[in-house]
């Protein structure tokens, strides 16, 4: 499996594995836990979770399929805006280390940004997080240029190590200016991407017909088109959902797809790349 390498030099996968909708029915328990322990043998030990997800219910997933195998998975899971203050951040992450079955979170993200509380107790509390061992390290989610423009100029806000973002071929947004300025080793700010729904949200952009013709051409499904094509970025984590095995199998699949210039040019007349500022989306 490649890896992408985080600011503080730890390397992770740069294929992992999403969770947002488990953990929302006790009758598909069984089936996404097997679908994520067959994901972690195949290369894709970074599990992306959040304490919104199921309402914590797929941590609870995320903590059965790593139970006697915690050393293979690095674990990345989100707080919930409203709990990210001095006294809520903490406890918030008590309740994610209890659901995951674990002591330590080896990134713990801001999952989205609102006005209070302020940023820099957020950061502040998250230091303090990771003075303890609770966390290893923290970052952020949904946040434009400007958010991490302010995220920067706060006391320890560079210790940010990834924001997740909403990339796909549908969502190009940030590739006019998000996606450089991060992956750019030589700009004021610089922390890994990860980008969430890498291969769109329902069904809409696995029907379009030039990603089918591509999948062909490669004797591939059209969701590793797409997923070949969000990984085709240098420093750039993918964490595609997938609650089935034969889901989790095409996703690995992914990995070794190489897109041709023709491929890309195709893809690029098919869903332009932005060419000026756009807001920022979000799921």
Not at 163 to 192: G, K, M, W
Request: glycine fraction near 8%.
């Amino acid at each position: 499996m490649k890896t992408v390498q985080l600011p503080d030099g730890t390397r992770v996968p740069v294929l992992g594995q999403g969770t947002w909708s488990m953990g929302e029915k006790k009758s598909a328990h069984a089936t996404e836990v097997a679908a994520l322990r067959l994901g972690i043998d195949l290369g894709m030990t970074l599990i992306d979770t959040a304490e919104m997800y199921g309402g914590g219910g797929a941590e609870e997933v995320v903590g059965d399929a790593i139970e006697g195998q915690r050393d293979r998975v690095f674990i990345v899971t989100k707080a919930y805006p409203h709990n990210a203050s001095r006294t809520g951040l903490p406890k918030a992450c008590e309740r994610s280390l209890k659901r995951l079955r674990t002591d330590t979170i080896d990134l713990y993200l801001l999952h989205w940004r609102e006005k209070t509380p302020p940023l820099e107790e957020t950061v502040e509390t998250f230091e303090k997080l990771r003075s303890t061992a609770k966390i290893k390290r923290w970052g952020v989610s949904n946040f434009d240029v400007d958010d991490l423009e302010d995220l920067w100029s706060i006391t320890n806000g560079s210790n940010c190590a990834t924001n997740q973002v909403l990339y796909n071929l549908e969502n190009r947004e940030i590739e006019f200016d998000l996606l450089p300025r991060l992956t750019d080793h030589r700009s004021p700010f610089t922390c890994a991407v990860m980008a969430y729904s890498p291969v769109g949200h329902g069904r809409g952009l696995l029907g379009n017909a030039t990603l089918k013709k591509i999948a062909k051409r490669h004797d591939a499904t059209a969701a590793q088109i797409a997923l070949a094509w969000v990984l085709r970025q240098p420093d750039v984590i993918a964490i595609p959902k997938a609650s089935d095995k034969n889901h989790v199998r095409d996703n690995a699949g992914s990995i070794d797809i190489k897109l041709t210039k023709e491929d890309l040019a195709d893809l690029d007349q098919e869903v332009p790349p932005p060419n000026s500022k756009r807001s920022l989306p979000m799921l």
